[in-house]
Every structure is written in structure tokens, then in C-alpha cells.
């Protein structure tokens, strides 16, 4: 399983770094990312400590270090998104026009245009945005959170009317959000994705954390 969207306490979610990656571990998980949820306040210091985790973790998974970029105003999106690179995000997610938060509209253009690695959660996404997300090689999330869940179906349709590129997250913030890898492909059927287009949704994951990797 690889999976790169997840929270720790060092934003919303309940675990530290350690406890989150042993959980992902033995659920099966090959590679993640910790994203915990920035703006311009804590971005910094959050991934002080994101990088300085990764960088010193020994253990069964693969952690690279993320942010995501929550609920900055679009027009602020790209100077937010620099400085979560310059403080080393590998793994820069966005958190985009879910249809359960009020995230401002225009959220999921900017952060498209900011060059994030994948647009998490976004909602009922336009096919003229899907279709630069195709061109900027922005991956498209289906997510295993409940509510961010709801459109998954509408993201897998847009992928496929544009080719943008789909990535699968749990989007965790607690240990019972973890999920399995034949789990995660069910919610992914779920939304109307055949079985290869599944395969080809993971198979991207694999290519994604090689580049991810190389920075
Ligand atoms: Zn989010
Ligand atoms: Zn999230």
C-alpha cells in the first residue's frame, strides 16, 4: 500500500510520527507521507519536524516527508506552496474544494497552478481544471475519508474524460483510518473505476514516489 496523505499531532491528527508509520506498517503499507495540514503560521516549524522525523526513521515503511496546504486563500496558494519546498516537502498535497468544507472556490485552480504533486479531495472539480491538472502532471485524489469521499465518482470521471492522473489516500488521522490495500482498491471500485484502471492508479503511485523521491 502506499499512501500520501496522512495526518499526525502535529496538526489534527492523533498519533506521533512513530506510532503512525508502526500502524501503517503493519496494515500492509510499503511507502507514506506524513501532510500534516499547513499555511503560511506553521509551515515551517511543522516540517522542521516532518523532515527531521523522516530523516532519522528506521523502521518497515518508507516515510517521506509532506505537507498539505489547507485552506489558504488561492491567491496566497503558490507563496505558501515555495515555502512548504523550501523547508522540504517532498510530498506537497493540497487541500482542495471538498464539497463538505467551505474551501474557498478558485482553491483547486491555485493549487493546480502552484504545482502541487496531488489535489486532494476535490470535490466537484470542473473538467476544465481537470484538464490542467492533466497538462501540469497534478495527480487527482480518490480519498478513503468519509464526506471527502462523496465525489469520488465525479474525480474518477473527470480523470478519465481529461487523463489526469489519480492517486488513492486514506487522508488518515487516526489509527481506524488506515486501510488495507484490497480495501482501498474496493472504495476505488466504489467509485466507478474498473479494475485496470485501478491497477493503473497504483502503478502510478509506485512512479509518483520515485520522483517524489528524487525530489
Ligand atoms: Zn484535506
Ligand atoms: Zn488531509
Same mark, same amino acid.
Given at each position: 500500500m502506499i499512501d500520501l496523505h496522512m495526518h499526525t499531532f502535529l496538526s489534527d491528527g492523533v498519533l506521533v510520527p512513530s506510532e503512525l508509520a508502526r500502524r501503517a506498517a503493519m496494515t500492509g503499507y510499503r511507502v507514506m507521507a506524513i501532510t500534516d495540514h499547513v499555511d503560511m503560521a506553521n509551515a515551517q516549524s511543522a516540517l522542521e519536524q516532518i523532515t527531521r522525523f523522516c530523516?532519522?526513521?528506521? &523502521? *518497515?515503511? /518508507?516515510?517521506? =516527508? &509532506?505537507? +498539505?496546504?489547507?485552506?489558504? =486563500?488561492? $491567491? @496566497?496558494?503558490? $507563496?505558501? !506552496?515555495? #515555502?512548504?519546498?523550501?523547508?522540504?516537502?517532498?510530498? #506537497?498535497?493540497?487541500?482542495? $474544494?471538498?464539497?463538505?468544507?467551505?474551501?474557498? =472556490?478558485?482553491? *483547486?485552480?491555485? !493549487?493546480?497552478?502552484?504545482?502541487?504533486?496531488?489535489?486532494?479531495? =476535490?470535490?466537484?472539480?470542473?473538467?476544465e481544471d481537470a484538464r490542467l491538472a492533466a497538462e501540469r502532471g497534478v495527480a487527482l485524489e480518490i480519498s478513503g475519508r468519509s464526506g471527502h469521499s462523496l465525489t469520488n465518482g465525479h474525480v474518477a470521471a473527470m480523470a478519465r474524460a481529461t487523463g489526469a492522473r489519480l492517486v488513492f489516500d486514506t487522508d488518515s488521522h487516526a489509527p481506524g483510518d488506515l486501510m488495507p490495500l484490497a480495501l482501498a482498491r474496493k472504495v476505488a471500485m466504489g467509485a466507478g473505476m474498473t479494475m485496470e484502471e485501478v491497477d493503473r @492508479?497504483?502503478?502510478?503511485? +509506485?512512479? #509518483?514516489? $520515485? /520522483? #517524489?523521491? /528524487?525530489?
Amino acid at each position: 500500500m502506499i499512501d500520501l496523505h496522512m495526518h499526525t499531532f502535529l496538526s489534527d491528527g492523533v498519533l506521533v510520527p512513530s506510532e503512525l508509520a508502526r500502524r501503517a506498517a503493519m496494515t500492509g503499507y510499503r511507502v507514506m507521507a506524513i501532510t500534516d495540514h499547513v499555511d503560511m503560521a506553521n509551515a515551517q516549524s511543522a516540517l522542521e519536524q516532518i523532515t527531521r522525523f523522516c530523516a532519522t526513521y528506521r &523502521g *518497515n515503511v /518508507k516515510v517521506i =516527508p &509532506g505537507a +498539505e496546504i489547507t485552506h489558504v =486563500p488561492p $491567491e @496566497m496558494f503558490a $507563496e505558501v !506552496a515555495r #515555502l512548504c519546498r523550501r523547508h522540504g516537502a517532498r510530498a #506537497l498535497v493540497a487541500h482542495g $474544494e471538498t464539497i463538505v468544507e467551505p474551501v474557498a =472556490p478558485g482553491t *483547486n485552480r491555485a !493549487a493546480i497552478e502552484a504545482g502541487v504533486d496531488i489535489l486532494a479531495h =476535490p470535490g466537484l472539480i470542473s473538467e476544465e481544471d481537470a484538464r490542467l491538472a492533466a497538462e501540469r502532471g497534478v495527480a487527482l485524489e480518490i480519498s478513503g475519508r468519509s464526506g471527502h469521499s462523496l465525489t469520488n465518482g465525479h474525480v474518477a470521471a473527470m480523470a478519465r474524460a481529461t487523463g489526469a492522473r489519480l492517486v488513492f489516500d486514506t487522508d488518515s488521522h487516526a489509527p481506524g483510518d488506515l486501510m488495507p490495500l484490497a480495501l482501498a482498491r474496493k472504495v476505488a471500485m466504489g467509485a466507478g473505476m474498473t479494475m485496470e484502471e485501478v491497477d493503473r @492508479m497504483f502503478q502510478f503511485a +509506485e512512479e #509518483l514516489v $520515485e /520522483k #517524489l523521491a /528524487k525530489g
